[in-house]
């Protein structure tokens, strides 16, 4: 049987994936876009939004709590964590329908099923109507990533859960350990404290958040103290054992052995890319020595007309890396002159208070040869972040000595989510401290205080000391 | 397997090739990569390689024949099947995975992402231009130019091509693609031609007309052209014909800002030589001011193009296509020559006529210049009529 001819495959529909058929389509090329579980990928479904949705469900829960310092009585404020899985559901749901339009708008088709190679150019999609074989001219591979385990703990949907079950739990755990201190541990592990669980988190590396700087991650370890969340950090999980309804995680640590009681464990170590089941070897590639799928910075790997972006081929393992990826591999098999080129990929963690970080921290622009100049403002001075109760953090700009050229920018502190596109346009604009600093912000905001960090390093700040 | 190798495509702008030289003939094998003939291009000559090993079936083009890019050159039996089923390695590595962005956070480079996407898309290294915006930034305009300069290049300046320049080129480029031209040159004594012009200038009040040598040239020329007729025609391929005009219309070249520009003295051979001083003034000054009609540019049989105090030993001037003739007319200066055993100083001035091969020969083209300067020489007739008619 003749294999159907498409124009370009792309296996995955993921924020990699639908961004780069959606932007094929617009450039006149006819895409099938294949994912075998849902469209909009982990970030939509199981990721990015729902835990978004959550955290600042959770988060103004606790506001409500605490605003009687504002002089407003809640009395009896109350979580239904059902219904706000519903109402999280109904986002996802209004989101993947708005992608499916834009994928429809696009000319692109959309098949639900499972993409394997066959050879070079030919792929098998096996879904629920059937196998059908392609002769696809171009292949995109956006397959994104699935959550590690470590040994001693596999994945059972209960007692052992990933990301994924702990944004659909029903019932908000008495009791959870979680073992993994990186940003989605940290994000899930507040987000569960503030909806009333007791949570414990077991890192293994010498700080929670690895890779972060340790006056950021400081900011966040005093609000955990503060909201009665237990760490350890150089802690090592070994294994657990069944305990009545729940478990016991026995954690090593330099202070002894540790058994932790727990209703479940939320395992969040790291996640690995998605690429066995596609039978890659089919086309001669192979992954990396860490799993990725090598590319150049035209997201070509070394088959010519195979390209793969996202999680799949390495760090960092973000949403927005992946559109970014998306739209230049799209652009490259469009024919057209593209090619990956950024400044720095902002990074932001959704804790209590967020954090948010772009380009060179400190120690890295030291490490890189660079006399450092730092401007530093805390949201303690910040008229504004008084009046929404959130002072704890501070803005941080990272630049060269001798040029004033801007090097790094991190938030920790309210909206830091938000603020951090500034630094990021900084960067890719190759902005000088005076290009922040002589910019009128508006009064009374949080972003005044990119202002006032610049103007510090340059010691023209007016409400902070001059260092 | 039959396999087709085609002429690839080579170069930019390359759309065809000569076949220079085969290397293979039908019957032989080949191996991969095995060069199989020699294509030559207006750049270069280039060897083109079989993809595949097999046996030549059919070649394709004789040697000196010119192919288009696209067209077969061989066909090969090749021995293993043409489309690769085997799984192997694939053979070129390619650089720099995904992880190391090009920029980075403190790239040596100021652009804006903009402006490095205009970079790429012109395809011009960033490193290699001087930016001209604030901190050193390199600006749009920065890069627009660095990607008109040629490869190597410093600053430049740009001037547009168009409007009359642009007119002006493409015409001659057309006169000298359509005519094969050949220039002859030939000196004139007009010692007695001087003395009888300056003459006559002298005695003439000052309000009359200015008069230079040009209208007694144009009267030679027109006699000239009277005898030698192929000299005033014009070749017309599309019907095959050669037009000999029996008007004259003598164009004279005149030197504007915006370059040369052809004023038409019309039936000139009915003109006295004050008419013609008179018509020339008019029309040149006219046509230097940017008044000419256009009317006044159109329908010139022979063209004179007079280099004036430049000088100029000899020129070789470009037809004022469709007309197969024109004649250059340099310095007239004082000049040591020989007469009858004797230096003497004489008022020479040389004379550059370019002619269209097609219509006119060497032979006709000497001729008609001989009898030209024999008119020069011996200018009596014209001041002969001048004195009947002032």
Redesign the interface.
């Known amino acids: 049987m003749t294999a159907r001819r498409v124009e370009v495959l792309v296996i995955g529909a993921g924020p990699g994936g639908y961004a780069a058929a959606i932007r094929l389509g617009r450039l006149g090329k006819k895409v099938t876009l294949v994912d075998k579980e849902f469209v909009g990928g982990v970030c939509l479904n199981a990721g990015c939004i729902p835990s978004k949705a959550l955290i600042t469900a959770a988060k103004t829960f606790e506001k409500m709590r605490q605003a009687g310092s504002m002089g407003i009585h809640a009395e009896s404020v109350s979580v239904d964590l059902e219904r706000m899985q519903e109402w999280k559901q109904g986002i996802v749901e209004r989101l993947s329908r708005g992608i499916r339009q834009l994928c429809k708008h696009a000319g692109v088709e959309l098949i639900l099923g499972h993409a394997s190679f066959a050879?070079?150019r030919k792929l098998k999609i096996a879904s629920r109507d059937g196998e059908e074989t392609l002769e696809a001219e171009n292949v995109l591979i956006a397959t994104g990533s699935r959550a590690g385990e470590i040994p001693g703990f596999s994945f059972d949907g209960k007692l052992i859960i990933s990301s994924t079950e702990a944004l659909e739990l029903k019932r908000v755990p008495s009791q959870m350990v979680v073992i993994g201190g990186g940003y989605i541990g940290m994000e899930l592990g507040m987000m569960y404290s503030k909806l009333g669980a007791r949570v414990t988190l077991v890192e293994m590396l010498d700080q929670l958040l690895p890779g972060f700087p340790e006056d950021i991650v400081q900011v966040i370890t005093r609000r955990l103290k503060k909201q009665g969340i237990d760490y350890h950090v150089s802690a090592r999980a070994r294994g657990w054992e069944k305990c009545g309804e729940g478990v016991r995680v026995q954690v090593e640590t330099p202070q002894g052995e540790l058994s932790l009681p727990a209703e479940l464990v939320l395992l969040t170590v790291g996640r690995r890319p998605n690429l066995q089941g596609l039978q890659l070897?089919?086309?001669?590639?192979?992954v990396?020595e860490r799993g990725?799928l090598?590319?150049?910075?035209r997201?070509?790997?070394?088959?010519p007309g195979i390209y793969a972006?996202g999680d799949a081929?390495?760090?960092p393992m973000l949403a927005h890396k992946s559109s970014k990826?998306a739209e230049v591999a799209a652009e490259v098999i469009a024919g057209?002159?593209?090619?990956?080129?950024?400044?720095?990929?902002p990074a932001v963690v959704f804790t209590d208070p967020e954090i948010a970080t772009?380009?060179?921290s400190e120690k890295e622009?030291a490490e890189?040869g660079?006399e450092v100049l730092i401007g530093r403002f805390p949201f303690a001075a910040s008229g504004r972040a008084m009046t929404t109760l959130e002072t704890e953090g501070f803005v941080k700009i990272v630049a060269?000595k001798s040029t004033r050229?801007v090097?790094?920018v991190h938030i920790v502190g309210p909206e830091a989510s938000d603020l951090i596109s500034e630094g990021a346009l900084a960067?890719?604009?190759?902005a000088?401290l005076e290009d922040i600093a002589h910019t009128i912000h508006p009064h009374p905001t949080l972003s005044e205080s990119l202002m006032e960090a610049a103007q510090q390093a340059l010691g023209e700040a007016v409400h902070v000391m001059n260092s | 397997m039959a396999f087709e190798l085609k002429l690839p495509d080579i170069g930019e702008g390359v759309v065809e090739g000569e076949i220079v030289r085969w290397l293979v003939k039908e019957g032989d094998r080949v191996e991969q990569d095995q060069p199989l003939v020699e294509i030559m291009t207006d750049k270069a000559t280039v060897e083109i390689p079989s993809q595949y090993g097999g046996k030549v079936i059919r070649c394709f083009g004789a040697e000196g024949e010119i192919v288009e890019v696209g067209s077969t050159l061989v066909v090969i039996e090749t021995d293993e099947p043409v489309e690769e089923e085997k799984i192997e390695p694939p053979a070129a590595p390619l650089p720099a995975p995904a992880e190391a962005p090009r920029q980075g956070p403190a790239a040596a480079v100021l652009a804006t992402p903009a402006v490095r996407k205009l970079a790429r898309e012109l395809g011009v290294n960033l490193p290699d231009i001087k930016g001209s915006g604030p901190a050193g930034r390199i600006t749009p305009e920065d890069v627009q130019r660095a990607a008109a300069a040629p490869a190597g290049g410093g600053a430049v300046e740009t001037i547009p091509y168009r409007g009359l320049r642009k007119k002006i080129g493409t015409h001659l480029a057309a006169a000298k693609r359509a005519a094969p031209h050949f220039t002859y040159v030939e000196e004139a004594d007009v010692t007695e031609l001087v003395r009888r012009r300056e003459e006559l200038a002298g005695s003439q009040p000052p309000t009359e007309v200015r008069l230079t040598y040009l209208p007694f040239i144009i009267k030679a020329v027109v006699e000239g052209l009277k005898k030698y007729p192929l000299l005033n025609a014009a070749l017309d391929e599309e019907k095959a014909v050669i037009e000999v005009r029996k008007y004259y219309n003598i164009g004279i070249a005149t030197a504007t800002p915006e370059g040369l520009i052809v004023p038409v003295i019309k039936e000139a051979d009915r003109k006295s030589i004050l008419e013609l001083a008179r018509e020339i003034n008019e029309l040149t000054s006219a046509t230097r001011e940017g008044r000419v009609k256009v009317e006044d540019l159109r329908g010139g049989t022979f063209t004179i193009t007079s280099l004036g105090p430049l000088g100029g030993l000899l020129a070789t001037p470009i037809l004022n296509y469709p007309e197969v003739a024109i004649l250059g007319v340099h310095k007239i200066s004082k000049r040591a020559v020989v007469r009858e055993g004797e230096i003497v100083v004489r008022d020479m001035v040389n004379l550059s006529l370019s002619l269209d091969h097609r219509v006119v020969d060497g032979v006709v083209g000497a001729e008609f210049l001989r009898h030209l300067i024999s008119l020069l020489e011996t200018p009596a007739p014209f001041f002969k009529e001048m004195g009947q008619k002032s």
């Open positions: 050879g070079e070897e089919k086309t001669g590639l192979a990396d990725f090598p590319v150049n910075s997201l070509q790997t070394q088959v972006i081929v390495g760090n990826e057209k002159r593209s090619e990956l080129d950024y400044a720095a990929i772009v380009g060179l622009a890189r660079f060269d050229r090097l790094g960067l890719e604009m190759g000088h």
